[in-house]
């Protein structure tokens, strides 16, 4: 007996404390949409629809210079976006151009970087001389 009535006296605070946060969570809630004046709202909502990039974009398929500009992350314009067809693995030497699965863009070809010696693990990577390529690390195990 005295185990059911701790069971329904902790049931009730548990009830009671969560309906507490959940009105002042709501009340919170309306104080903070009613202290923001209409015109802010407004303003930042008109601010972040001009971030859009689909809306008068400099795409580099209008403008191909775009690509060529400091922080771009390559020179050439691949389907609207810049890329760097020698080392972008979907887009390797030309638009399109797909490396497999364990393979890389190495100089515009895709290599095997599992097993190539001259690109053991990632571009440019030798193994020495007499020793091979394997799992992408040189003379493994």
């Not at 209409?38 to 403008?63: E, H, K, V, W, Y």
């Not at 095997?112 to 091979?132: I, L, S």
Request: aromatic fraction near 8%; include cysteine.
């Amino acid at each position: 007996m005295a185990m059911r009535f701790f069971f329904v006296v902790a049931f009730a605070v548990a009830m009671t404390t969560s309906l507490a946060l959940s009105v002042s969570s709501a009340e919170a809630d309306e104080r903070s949409t009613a202290a923001a004046p209409a015109s802010l709202s407004r303003g930042i909502s008109s601010l972040l629809a001009q971030d859009n990039p689909t809306r008068g974009s400099m795409t580099c398929d209008r403008f191909p210079r775009v690509c060529r500009a400091s922080g771009s992350p390559g020179p050439d314009c691949c389907r609207r976006q810049c890329v760097n067809v020698m080392s972008d693995s979907q887009n390797c030497g030309q638009c399109g151009t797909k490396c497999r699965f364990g393979q890389a863009c190495c100089g515009g070809r895709c290599v095997n970087v599992m097993y190539d010696p001259k690109n053991c693990g990632g571009c440019k990577k030798r193994c020495k001389k007499g020793t091979f390529c394997q799992y992408g690390m040189c003379s493994y195990a």
